[in-house]
């Protein structure tokens, strides 16, 4: 059986991802040796095709910036909820007399907007971290 041009060209995804047999291995580069014109053609393309590579410490980066993430939103969660329930705490003054802390501390209530602005931020957050799959 006769090895065409065309069954080189076939095989070139197999031989160049490094999966073809041994066998496969030598055809290609036995017919490259014979084929100046190919031989060119695919070293243009392995140059052309050739990613930089990542940097080493890629994982690492990914990883700090996902803790990143979560601490963040973990912190928003925390002040958002502080900033919801406390104007509606409840105290204790002067021989057990309860209140809620909103009816006599007025400056109390400012905290509902910035709740309301952090729950926008957590969810936004929460948004980003389920895109990204955590």
């Given at each position: 059986?006769?090895?065409?041009?065309?069954?080189?060209?076939?095989?070139?995804?197999?031989?160049?991802?490094?999966?073809?047999?041994?066998?496969?291995?030598?055809?290609?580069?036995?017919?490259?040796?014979?084929?100046?014109?190919?031989?060119?053609?695919?070293?243009?393309?392995?140059?052309q095709e050739a990613a930089p590579a990542p940097p080493s410490d890629a994982e690492r980066i990914a990883l700090e910036?996902?803790?990143?993430?979560?601490?963040?939103?973990?912190?928003?969660?925390?002040?958002?909820?502080?900033?919801?329930?406390?104007?509606?705490?409840?105290?204790?003054?002067?021989?057990?007399?309860?209140?809620?802390?909103?009816?006599?501390?007025?400056?109390?209530?400012?905290?509902?907007?910035?709740?309301?602005?952090?729950?926008?931020?957590?969810?936004?957050?929460?948004?980003?971290a389920r895109s990204a799959g955590l």
């Amino acid at each position: 059986m006769q090895v065409t041009r065309n069954v080189i060209v076939d095989l070139m995804p197999l031989y160049n991802s490094g999966e073809a047999s041994h066998d496969t291995r030598a055809l290609v580069e036995d017919y490259l040796r014979r084929d100046p014109a190919l031989r060119q053609l695919v070293d243009a393309n392995e140059a052309q095709e050739a990613a930089p590579a990542p940097p080493s410490d890629a994982e690492r980066i990914a990883l700090e910036k996902t803790r990143r993430l979560l601490r963040r939103r973990q912190w928003v969660m925390a002040f958002a909820l502080l900033c919801t329930l406390l104007p509606l705490s409840f105290g204790d003054l002067d021989g057990g007399f309860t209140f809620v802390m909103f009816r006599d501390m007025p400056w109390s209530r400012a905290l509902w907007p910035v709740a309301v602005v952090l729950w926008f931020w957590y969810a936004r957050l929460h948004r980003s971290a389920r895109s990204a799959g955590l």
